[in-house]
């Protein structure tokens, strides 16, 4: 279709032709990837100024929508922030681990801590954190030597990772992600307007000259899933851990987050590259693989400064993880038949 069909009925504001085009990338009459017309060319065609069209071209940056692709123009974004990011359908044969879903058949029951919920009314204005469940996290925290000075309780390891990303990090900002990745990480990073920079994996974590490249290039924030990572299954090598914690340690302001999403449950230790006063950190360890992806609870361990601005931004938001989901947690955590299964 060429450019006068596609915008025919396109408004002639700026705020108009942006929200024209995002339906047409959501509806797929634009597909992602695409190379948008020159902001003259689409300007003619609608007979409006250029300076209209370039407004509304950057209305759709902010949004995530379309990313300006140096000279050569303004292209629709990889990943828009649209539609659910629904996985490719593996081939036939293959068993495809990148859902992440947990066996069922291996999940602890809740309907005992269910039962047992106490009846009490939970307020506005009570602890946003369950003592029992908190002192859960701080001993697994402890046990891996990390510290559990500062902790908060998020809605699952996605969610925390948006969290801390978004209390430290703008627009156009830069964050390390493992290649190959977990897919929903590079389609937040794509949705928070940050820009991707992948670093190489092996089966130990991430290769330590393509992270000292990537370092030296400038790097905002860098993601390691230090074990079952997503798709490899890889998990960080001690020897490899220490390597990165000691490049990464001459960066002082980089946000470095491990995603534990897997937990214990992994099969591997925590190795971490967390190291001794580093500035700005999060790890952040999901429940949702050993107990379950529906009780939506993570624990994240991280400096003072951190964690304080992720729970002050999530009280204006959902406010706190239910009670109901973090006690259920803390029970099943602490009934002695859990590690068995
Ligand atoms: C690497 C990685 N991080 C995070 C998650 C999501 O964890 P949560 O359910 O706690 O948000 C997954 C899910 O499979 C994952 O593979």
Known sequence: MNVSELYHDAPRTSAGIAVFMEAAVREGRIPSDDLLPPVRTLAESLEVSPATVASAYRRLKLRGVVV???????RVSA??????PFARPVPPGVRDLSSGNPDPALLPSIAAALSEMPDEPILYGHDAHDARLIQLARDGFDADGISSDAMAIVGGALDGLERVLRVHLAPGDRVGLEDPGWRSVYHLIASLNLIPVPVPIDDDGPLPDALQRVLQSGLDALIVTPRAQNPTGAALER???????RMV?????LLLIED???GPVSGSPYESMVGEGREKWAVIR???KSFGPDLRVALMAGDAASIARVEVRRLLGPG???HILQRTVAHIWSDPTTPSL
């Open 68 to 74: 300006t692709d140096g000279r050569r123009g303004t």
């Open 249 to 253: 340690s001459v960066h002082p302001d």
């Open 239 to 245: 020897g490899r851990a220490s390597e990165l914690e």
């Open 286 to 288: 999901s429940m949702s």
């Open 79 to 84: 990943t828009p922030p649209l539609a659910h």
């Open 320 to 322: 706190w993880v239910s």
């Open 260 to 262: 534990d999403h897997a």
